[in-house]
């Protein structure tokens, strides 16, 4: 089954990644915390990270020429965060930098044992975006434009106007906000976290809820990331199920961004022949790839890496 959106042609890149960006602390212990006891840290690791940020790189290395805007503070953690995108080859020129603000953190306690991990993140509120920071010439200039449903008001500007050029559009969606629903009317692609469907629309099971959802939204591809059970997405009214890759799992962080990269490089690289299987596989195998390496983004493979490890195919 084919993804059932016409790409536009004649832009000059490929994608264009609006949202999150952080400095991740990883914290790596044997087993998680209990209340009120101390424990010993395996390693502290300092690494860049962030939703869109990490999906950014991951297309970038799977062959995208690749955009990216958020916000930073004017600290050491920004400065770190940008040239960290920079030196993946990502434009960041609209990026937007706060004076006297603190750039986003974030500690991620890592389980060694199973590779699960728990994201302790903080934000200033001068970093939440507005509409102006995304410049409609961005949006006009490439085929995809990518979101995180973090910040509602700039996504859903800037998905809104990508509708009136005919840019498509994907969003990584995981937690309902007030402003949610508009934003979710004007995507293409809804990639969400396995709790996300359910919560926006009250169904019992998750296909019904992925139905609803499609019904509410118009989206015509809704998918939920499922993690060692692979993904479950909706297109055309029919389901596709798709497994997992086994890997030695390491660190999860980051897995579900880079799924979402994996689709999109899929997608933009078969262009309008692609097929939502094939998309969908690519995604599930830069995401069990990620989970090698420690951080977001240490181990996510480029494109050779990634046709490699799929034996070729597409």
């Not at 290395?61 to 040239?83: F, N």
């Not at 509120?125 to 700039?154: F, K, N, S």
């Not at 169904?203 to 809820?209: I, T, V, Y």
Request: net charge neutral; charged share 20%; glycine share 10%.
């Amino acid at each position: 089954m084919r993804i059932p959106l016409t790409l536009p042609a004649g832009r000059s890149d490929d994608v264009l990644a609006v949202g999150e960006n952080s400095i991740d602390l990883l914290a790596e212990l044997d087993g998680h915390p209990a209340p009120d006891t101390k424990m010993a840290l395996a390693g502290l690791t300092e690494r860049p990270g962030g939703q869109s940020a990490t999906a950014a790189v991951a297309m970038a290395r799977l062959g995208l020429k690749t955009r990216y805007i958020g916000r930073v503070g004017d600290d050491d953690y920004g400065r770190r965060g940008l040239e960290s995108l920079v030196a993946e080859g990502i434009d960041v020129s609209n990026v937007v930098t706060v004076a006297g603000v603190t750039s986003r953190v974030a500690v991620i306690l890592v389980d060694r044992r199973s590779g699960t991990r728990t994201v302790l993140g903080y934000r200033d509120p001068g970093l939440v975006m507005t509409p102006a920071d995304v410049p409609a010439r961005t949006i006009d200039a490439v085929r995809v434009l990518y979101l995180d449903g973090t910040e509602v008001a700039a996504a859903t500007a800037a998905a809104e106007h990508a509708r009136r050029s005919g840019t498509r559009t994907v969003v990584d969606i995981d937690t309902t906000l007030p402003g949610t629903d508009r934003l979710l009317r004007s995507i293409d692609v809804i990639i969400a976290a396995a709790a996300f469907p359910a919560a926006l629309t009250g169904a019992s099971s998750l296909g019904l809820a992925l139905a609803r959802m499609q019904a509410d939204t118009g989206a015509p591809v809704v998918c939920v990331t499922l993690g060692e059970e692979g993904s479950l997405a909706r297109v055309a009214g029919h389901e596709v199920r798709t497994p997992a890759f086994r890997v030695p799992v390491v660190d999860s962080t980051g897995a579900g961004d880079v799924f979402r990269a994996g689709f999109v490089a899929a997608w933009l690289h078969g262009g309008d022949t692609t097929e939502v299987e094939d998309a969908l596989r690519w995604a599930n195998a830069v995401a069990a790839l990620k989970c090698r390496g420690l951080g977001a983004r240490t181990a996510t493979p480029t494109l050779t890496e990634l046709r490699a490890f799929l034996g070729g195919r597409m």
